[in-house]
DNA sequence: CAAGTGTACTTGTTAGACAATATTCGAGTT
DNA sequence: AACTCGAATATTGTCTAACAAGTACACTTG
């Protein structure tokens, strides 16, 4: 028995755990997961193990086509910009709208300050934040599908930020400042400045990753 | 034997019935859908069954808790209202960006001319094209995770449409006049604009349903 | 008539098996 | 020696059968 996993559902708890491995970069992109390997690693049968891949395959963490093994998925420069086109499309009226009745998120506003309490810290830190920052942003429009299709899409984000080993290009307190920036233009009631400045910091963060990813393929 | 599906994946064929019986009316909202009943219906499996509603309540078709009879899903007032929210979120950013670059689709061109030649047919006829003109302003956007997004939210509302009967109440010469007045803004470069007249046709649209949903309840 | 209990139904998970398809490796040919 | 074709192997798709566990409903009992 290599690992128990005790919980309510147990498909349930063999997602988290992988979704956890390829967080953390134990499985890296292209990995194979074949159905028998991971129903020997978790004790558990294989129609159990297909379950819990083909969640992970709806959650777009891994891929697969008919009669061939599941693996994590491989993220190019663009889909990259595919994934930060989105953000953007969704954020920027997040924001606009947020600006429009002048609501600025506590929880954002406390997220953003856990950033910049880690300017020192090791880069890859500061993804946590980072991620709360802008999930902050796009939960105070208590719309349910609209978070749950953001967080879809910050699950490949997260794919992205543990492809890219060398996150020590993120200027931490650049990231912080355009944050706050985003944050001062809604207590302004500023909608379209809103927009333009998260456009922008998605734009930056968009540009780097592709950089990165398109280096690391050629 | 009942139904025979032949097709590459069963699973997939079974899904795409269980589908359009659900979009068109014959399994209504609350209808019970045990796995077995299911298996006996197409022939299969009770796995397959299972995995065929797990697919569906993925898509949000069918709702079910554990250990519990898979349901079709049931819309209140207050869930129509969050998908038509977040509807609004995606499409009013989509003829913002589009009327930004004065790109009209002739998709959504089309579409809504379909929706003019057919004033005079049944009501529910309007529903598919009404759904193309739509969707071709998302897909105009050319970014594969907000095409994805969306259709994830129609869903939902094809599930609302069917839901409500007495669709006659649909102004279909108002509803092509709005269509036709966002390509027009679209078309003179006009974003803010654009947003609006979408943001108002939607509003139209969601609490007219939302009414009908409140007063089928009460 | 109300409350607790028990039974039937349904789902969660497992085991084992077979068919169909992919992949890989080897043999034969050019 | 390189390439192509074919066979062996691995992997997935699906099925049957079964048991455990949890829910819902009816039935008994107070």
Chains 1, 2 share one sequence.
Do not use: W
């Not at 491995?21 to 297909?50: F, M, S």
């Not at 595919?82 to 709208?97: N, T, W």
């Not at 406390?110 to 802008?134: G, K, L, Q, V």
């Not at 879809?152 to 355009?178: F, K």
């Amino acid at each position: 028995m290599s690992q128990r996993v005790t919980a309510l559902s147990i498909i349930d708890a063999i997602v988290a755990d992988l979704r956890r491995r390829i967080y953390q970069g134990e499985l890296t992109q292209g990995a194979a997961l074949t159905e028998a390997e991971v129903a020997a690693n978790y004790d558990v049968a294989r129609p159990t193990a297909k379950a819990a891949i083909e969640r992970l395959v709806s959650e777009s963490l891994l891929e697969r086509g008919a009669h061939k093994t599941a693996r994590v998925k491989t993220l190019g420069a663009d889909s990259v910009r595919d994934i930060y086109f989105a953000r953007a499309y969704l954020e920027s009226e997040v924001v606009r709208r947020l600006a429009r009745n002048t609501t600025v998120p506590p929880a954002a506003v406390s997220a953003n300050a856990e950033i910049t309490a880690r300017t020192s810290r090791p880069a890859t830190d500061i993804i946590e934040p980072d991620m709360m920052f802008h999930t902050a942003l796009v939960d105070a429009m208590q719309n349910k599908r609209t978070s749950a299709m953001y967080r879809s899409l910050l699950g490949e984000v997260r794919l992205c930020m543990t492809r890219v080993q060398s996150l020590e290009l993120l200027d931490t307190a650049q990231i912080a400042a355009e944050h706050a920036a985003i944050l001062e233009r809604i207590a302004a009631g500023d909608p379209e400045g809103a927009a333009n400045v998260l456009d922008g910091h998605l734009a930056h963060a968009r540009e780097l990753l592709a950089a990165q990813l398109e280096a690391a393929s050629g």
